[in-house]
């Protein structure tokens, strides 16, 4: 369709063009290939907008990097010191735990020494007690037989005393305390069983059959 235009038009121009008056040239490039005129795309200023260089450089750039390797470096310690600081509370619990359970086991083994303490307080005064009163039996025992001991030497002399006045009624001298003394020392005998002290005449002396039996003065 273009064609057949344009070969239209170039007749137009070639049948009209002898007469110069009346009709206007045609355009040169259709004569002069070397005269084309400029196409519209090359002659139509450039709008695209170039974009502006960058600002940064090599510097900026080494720059950025070494602050983002410090920054890593940074997380890395903030990272190496939280792991620290947990250990250490990791530590500080578990020496804080030992401690209170050392503490907890001191307090119980106080606990058990103060119970021990009182409970052998307790026996101590429950021995001292049973001590007392064994010992104020001992004293009453020992103050019984004392007693006995004096009722019956009182007994005895006053034996002794009322056979003395016999004699001294009868006109009969007395054997005196001396001869009686020795008279004990050469013919009693002194036996020791156990916790009691026995006085016997051995043998057959004529004394022997007017020795009186103690028990018969109780």
């Known amino acids: 369709m273009i064609r057949q235009l344009s070969k239209i038009r170039i007749r137009l121009y070639s049948t009209i063009g002898n007469d110069s008056s009346n009709v ?10 070397s005269n084309l005129p400029a ?40 990272y190496f010191d939280s792991y620290k600081e947990f250990c250490k509370g990791i530590a500080y619990l578990g020496i804080g735990t030992s401690i209170l359970y050392l503490i907890l086991e001191q307090h119980e083994r106080v606990e058990e020494s103060e119970r021990k303490m009182t409970l052998m307080r307790k ?19 020992a103050i019984d037989n004392g007693k006995n001991n004096v009722i019956l030497q009182g007994k005895l002399q006053m034996h002794i005393a009322l056979l003395r006045k016999q004699l001294h009624d009868n ?16 013919n009693v005998k002194i036996d020791i069983v156990s916790n009691k002290v026995e006085l016997w005449i051995p043998g057959e002396s004529e004394v022997k059959k007017y020795v009186p039996d103690t028990h018969e003065y109780k």
């Open 24 to 33: 206007s040239k045609p355009p040169t490039f259709f004569h002069n290939e």
């Open 39 to 78: 196409k519209i795309e090359t002659t139509k200023p450039s709008t695209s907008i170039i974009p502006p260089k960058p600002i940064f450089n090599n510097d900026n750039n080494d720059n950025n990097d070494n602050n983002n390797d410090n920054n890593n470096k940074d997380t890395k310690i903030n």
């Open 123 to 141: 026996k101590q005064r429950e021995i001292a007690n049973q001590m007392a009163t064994y010992k104020s039996k001992l004293n009453k025992i």
């Open 171 to 186: 006109n009969i001298d007395p054997i005196s305390i001396d001869e009686a003394i020795r008279q004990f020392e050469e």
